[in-house]
């Protein structure tokens, strides 16, 4: 048996972690494993990577992913026929997708077509925001980063009194702003699922200068807006599958914080900082766990099926119902952080 593997989309750390998981995991079992190079774009123009043993040696700690990625659509560019075509020409038996909504919904569309494409995903995303898993790999790694942030922010904001904003990834969900700000002590945290009233963020911080707290520290995602407002975009250009490119929700609460308090603030745009570098201890556990559970499920040709993770255990769901929306903060976490401001 033969499997193909691809990764797509943002990086993240330990997406390494997770094809060398597939990898060792498959050599046991006596499978082979070829790599695609840069996601779905190494299936249309046949580029591969043998992967075996060496290949993989010493990338657990590597962050980025080894076979590079993109975010190219095969329905888009309307190139479906030659992704099949390749299947068939490098012997593939089924594919194992490494990725977010994006790379795992054209896994899940090559699965339902008339002569479906076998493969199952593995949710990996920094955003964290695959409804189907309680945890998407490279999540840890990216609020281990920006809590980082927030404690470094924290002694210069002190030492200015300033109000320092700091703007985290997430697309549409607030799960990076919402872990890494209450663990940093954050004063507000601002993210999608809530639009704030900009007068609140306002109140919040001039009440802290009255207590004698002439600093402040807000996480704002760089998918939050205050009502009535759109969310921020750095242009109107979109991805292949339909993503704006979000950004600049911390430079617009910089100048109207400033404005409305009179207390000099900052910004810091966090942005790729959060998908490079070493990946946690438990980011690369999840991966490893989740690498098995891949090529467990091609064993058990279970396919169109996406590895999940519910509670403590790692399982699956299919790929329709896992991809399914955005998984939001919930109303519990969110109602823990408003304790604290
Ligand atoms: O989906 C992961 C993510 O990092 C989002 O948080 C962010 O909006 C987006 O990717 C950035 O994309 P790019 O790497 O194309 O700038």
Redesign the pocket.
């Known amino acids: 048996m033969r499997i193909g593997i691809l990764t797509g ?4 750390p330990a997406v390494n972690a997770a094809i060398r998981a597939v990898v060792k995991k498959s050599e046991k079992d006596g499978i082979e494993v070829l790599g695609f190079l840069n996601g779905w774009a190494g299936l249309i123009e046949g580029k591969t990577m043998p992967l075996g043993d060496d290949n993989v040696s010493g990338i657990l700690p590597k962050g980025g992913t080894i076979l590079g990625t993109s ?1 190219t659509n095969p329905f888009k560019l309307d190139k479906v026929d030659e992704v099949k075509k390749n299947i068939a020409a490098f012997g593939i038996d089924a594919l194992i997708t490494i990725g ?1 909504d994006a790379t795992n919904g054209v896994m899940r569309r090559l699965n339902e077509l008339d002569e479906p494409v076998r493969g199952v995903g593995i949710p990996q ?3 964290n ?1 695959i409804p189907g898993s309680d945890y998407s790999i ?1 999540f840890d790694s ?1 609020v281990a980063i920006a809590t980082d942030a927030c404690d470094k922010l924290h002694s210069t904001a002190e030492s200015h009194h300033r109000v320092m904003i700091l703007e ?4 549409d969900a607030g799960h ?1 702003a919402v872990e890494a700000g209450v663990a940093g002590g954050a004063d507000i945290i601002l993210i999608p699922e809530k639009q704030f009233e900009l007068d609140w963020v306002c109140d919040r911080v001039n009440e802290r200068q009255s207590r004698g707290k002439n600093f402040s520290i807000i996480v704002v995602a ?2 939050a807006r205050p009502v009535g407002h759109d969310q921020v975009v750095r242009t109107e250009k979109v ?1 292949q599958f339909g ?1 704006v ?3 600049g929700s911390g430079e617009y609460l910089m100048a109207e914080v400033e404005k409305c308090t009179g207390v000099e603030s900052r910004v810091t745009i966090l ?2 900082i ?2 490079g570098g070493t990946p946690t201890s438990h980011d690369r556990l999840m991966a490893t766990r989740f690498g098995v559970a891949a090529v467990e499920l091609i064993k058990a040709q279970k396919w169109g099926r996406l590895v999940a993770l519910k509670g403590d255990k790692v399982t699956s769901v299919p790929l329709a119902e896992g991809l399914d929306g955005t998984k939001e903060v919930s109303e519990e976490l969110y109602e823990t952080a408003m304790l604290f401001y």
Do not use: N, P, Y
Not at 9 to 12: P, V
Not at 168 to 171: D, K, N
């Open positions: 989309g943002g990086d993240s975010r977010g995303t920094i955003d925001d490279g990216a985290v990834m997430g697309r990076i760089e998918g991805d993503h490119l979000l950004g942005g790729h959060q998908r």
